[in-house]
Nanobody, 127 residues
Framework: QVQVVESGGGSVQAGGSLTLSCVVT????????MGWFRQAPGKERERVGI???????EYEDSAKGRFTISRDNDKNTLSLEMNSLKPEDTAMYYC?????????????????????WGQGTQVTVSS
């Protein structure tokens, strides 16, 4: 019954911006850890960044300085603001939210293994 739905993907030229959104519905408990992940064709899924319940964030090096993650705990939403996009940012972007029953270390623990996942939204950056 829990649904995670990403939106906001699309095609943009290099240097442009996109903001992705994620809405979580049907969950009983608020997530401690939420995050954005991406997977490019032929590559493994990689973490983009995470955000804790209090709004604290951590980003992978590839996203630092360009991407910003935010969350609204009242609306159960998660956002990813992406600026200065590069062709290498092209990927399917996924939203993940833990089940809210365990206080993970959001950056070190692999909480996403037991998390709720969306089906992704495609981001394509052309040169």
């Amino acid at each position: 019954q829990v649904q995670v739905v990403e939106s906001g993907g699309g095609s943009v030229q290099a240097g442009g911006s996109l903001t992705l959104s994620c809405v979580v519905t049907g969950n009983k408990y608020r997530s401690y850890c939420m995050g954005w992940f991406r997977q490019a064709p032929g590559k493994e899924r990689e973490r983009v960044g995470i955000i804790e319940r209090d709004g604290s964030t951590e980003y992978e090096d590839s996203a630092k300085g360009r991407f910003t993650i935010s969350r609204d705990n009242d609306k159960n939403t998660l956002s990813l603001e992406m600026n200065s996009l590069k062709p290498e940012d092209t990927a399917m972007y996924y939203c993940a939210a833990d089940r809210g029953v365990f206080r993970f270390d959001c950056y070190e623990d692999k909480w996403w293994g037991s998390a709720y996942w969306g089906q992704g939204t495609q981001v394509t950056v052309s040169s």
